[in-house]
């Protein structure tokens, strides 16, 4: 083994951490029948050779010995090797897309080379895997599919290959990797995608039988992969949801954690003591046990693992995708719920659908006596007040049943506290006794003044006296995020004491409150003629100051005593400010007035004319401005369609304006026909990751866009 390995002169080559000198030890290591310490040498590997995934010289020097270790037979750990060789390769990166840490193009260049060595260097002797597809080792059997798919050249071959071994093969971890090596074939080529969906759509008609779930399920996520937009096979939701019960019932379960416990070359347990495999002190010793964690919270993991890749294919396809939601919330395996809450907070926000039942079930989990659970559920649902109704009894009766313990600090990490939030978020008077208890000494959640301000005017101002409570134990200027929340929360009481607590921080020494000061002069705003006792203070910071302090002090002035004289001159010179947060403030306050505003009606139109330089959310704040100050259709109409198009965070408040336009806006209908009938909530740009939307603002652009359609007979 390893011929050659001493005629390379690792030491003139470099990794992460130096000369490469220590490469052969690491290549060793992966070679040793001790498990601790392969894993020890490949954590070498990731943490120097390939660190965080960069390419050196001696990183290319070692993919033949890489690939010496996957061809030698018996030797255990050749799956995750496979997976270091497909990292290695870049799976097609574009070095022009990556940060390179120097202006020098020579050095660029010999970079660039180097990866362009990485990629024809594994997929050159990619041969190799193909004589290892049968290997008795089930771990890495599992890994050569779809290293055969990134690395091989040949897709026909490979095709050819993966469909004779999907007839013979009987592990069900490789089958599942049979069927999304094939699938992912049919993705990276478009001529082979009709040959894939084939062997695909035998294998859910003809499969291995009701025995094998995850080979059905796992097909059926690659033909959804296959045809993105073409039709599923019929039942498709039906196979998907018999997996998942198959799934539960543990058929595959034993066999599934032999290999995944650690046991190698096919041995089953007993294979180095029994297949329990120590952990090390490394990284990936760490993210090993981590994901053995949480798997082993699940039963048939797999299973709950292929639902999600199916979600993901299935993409738009909002119909079935609620459905497999709902089964998988009602499933009886916790770990699946568990998954099951976590995918409906992504689909819920991200996507237009038959939610009712799916919001239902996320209320349901609130009545389960694991607090974890009720924690995550409610966790979601404060997300989704907007369409939160069908859940708002169960939230309310969890809350009526009392907290675990006593109100605390951080109350809002327990079970009941996050349920008492999702209630809150709804606006729901049966929140406010114990918003009432936990904030009189506990945490002030940022989004307070947020519930309140959804709340019936009577239950709002319940919540005053504690509000102003803790408000007057704060010395103006000291706690800042407390003081900006409580501010807000207070204002959106709606009550007259309210103007106290902000009132005494405009009268502190400018030097103490400046932390503050905006949050209070925005309370006063919020609270209008109530304020008119702030009237000299605000007065003078609209005279002096930053403009982005004096804007908003102009708000206050006229939201308390309607001084438009004397605003007007400070939102001009806010349209200026070189930051646009700076003309957006003021934009919002013109909007606010009205017609009042109408005197910046040129300065607006100078803004309009400028479109290079008030493009995104700036667009959409003039848009609004200049259709309140104005009321001008004709003049509005072109502004808005541009600021809908300028950034989709736009459209809710242009949607707004011309559901009030009428049948004036009925140039706008094509493009709102348009938005109303996509499956995604506007914003949602298919970002990855554990991601939420923004669904009020859609559920709101959804109203607005009806409306328009109704009034114009569309």
Known sequence: MFTGIDDVDWASMGHAYGNASDVPELLQGLASVDAAEREIALDGMYGAVHHQGDVYDSTVACVPFLFELVATAGLPGRGEIVELLR????????PEEMDFWSDDEDEYAAWAELLARAESDTRARSGVLLDVLADPDARLRRAVPGALVQLHGDPEEVLTVLRRRLAVERDGGTLRALAAAVGEL???????????????AALLNHGDGPDNPGLRLSALVQLARCSPSGPLPERAVGIALDAMREAREGAEEDVE??????????????????????????????????????????????????????????????????????????????????EAIDMGGL??????????????????????????????????????????????????????????????????????GAALCALAAQGDARAVPALGDVLRFGE???????????????????????????????VPGKQPRRTEHLL??????????????ALRILRAPADVARPVLRDAVRALAELGEPAREALPELRRLAREGETHLRVHAAAALWSAGGETEAVLPVLSLGLTADHWSGRIDALRVIARM??????????????????EENGGWVAGALATALWEAGRDEEESLPVLLRAWSAHVDNRPDVAGVWAQMGTAARSAVPVVR???????????????????????DDELLLGHGRALLEACHD
């Open 444 to 474: 002030v959640p940022e989004d307070l003044g947020d519930w309140i301000g959804r709340m019936a005017p009577a239950a709002a101002a319940a919540l005053a006296p504690v509000l102003l409570g803790r408000l007057s134990r704060i």
């Open 594 to 611: 009205g017609p009042e505003a109408a005197g910046l009606l040129p300065e607006l139109r100078g803004l309009v004319a400028s479109p």
């Open 347 to 416: 689909l819920l926000t991200g996507w237009r659908g038959p939610h009712e039942e799916s919001v239902r079930l996320l209320g349901e989990q609130l009545r389960e006596a694991d607090h974890r659970i009720v924690r995550w559920a409610a966790g979601e649902l404060e997300g989704l007040y907007a369409i939160g109704g069908p859940a708002v009894e169960a939230l309310a009766a969890r809350v009526a049943g009392g907290p675990e313990f006593l109100p605390q600090a951080r109350w809002r990490e327990t079970s009941y």
């Open 674 to 696: 348009k938005e109303l009938l996509a499956a995604r909530r506007h914003d949602n740009t298919g970002g990855t990751g554990r991601i939420r939307y923004r669904c009020a």
């Open 257 to 338: 954690r032999d290999v995944e416990e650690g046991a190698e070359g096919g041995a089953g347990k007993g294979a180095e003591g029994d297949g329990v495999r120590s952990g090390t002190p490394t990284l990936i010793s760490y993210l090993r046990q981590l994901r053995a964690s949480r798997r082993g919270s699940v039963k048939a993991p797999w299973a709950t693992e292929l639902l999600g890749e199916l979600h993901r294919a299935l993409d738009d396809r909002v119909a079935e995708r609620f459905s497999l939601l709902e089964d998988q919330l009602r499933s009886p395996d916790w770990g699946q719920r568990r």
């Open 488 to 501: 807000k929360a207070a204002a959106a009481t709606g009550v007259a004491e309210a103007v106290g607590p």
């Open 186 to 200: 049919g993705v990276r080529y478009e001529e082979f995608a009709d040959a894939s969906g084939a062997v695909l």
């Open 87 to 94: 990292s290695i390769d870049g799976d097609g990166r574009d």
